[in-house]
């Protein structure tokens, strides 16, 4: 994977901002919820773009289920 730090520093950051947003709720700040919300949305939006960037492999043309 050739995105494959990138990909994990998004996810940590990710995870790091969950956090963040747990934190704003229990200090019952409305609008930090929001724009928590909304900074883990772009980090997400990122996450797919680093994924969708990578080539596609034959396991993933034709899974096994």
Known sequence: M???ESSL???D???SGLNNLI?????????GCYEAVE????QLD?????????PI?????NPLY
């Not at 934190?23 to 609008?31: D, I, S, V, W, Y």
């Not at 900074?39 to 772009?42: N, V």
């Not at 990122?46 to 990578?54: F, G, H, N, W």
């Open 39 to 42: 900074k883990l949305r772009e």
């Open 57 to 61: 492999n034959n396991s993933e043309l």
């Open 23 to 31: 934190l704003t709720l229990n200090q019952g700040n409305r609008e």
């Open 13 to 15: 950051s990710i995870d």
């Open 46 to 54: 990122q996450l797919r773009t680093y994924i969708e960037s990578e």
């Open 2 to 4: 050739r995105n494959r």
């Open 9 to 11: 520093r998004k996810i």
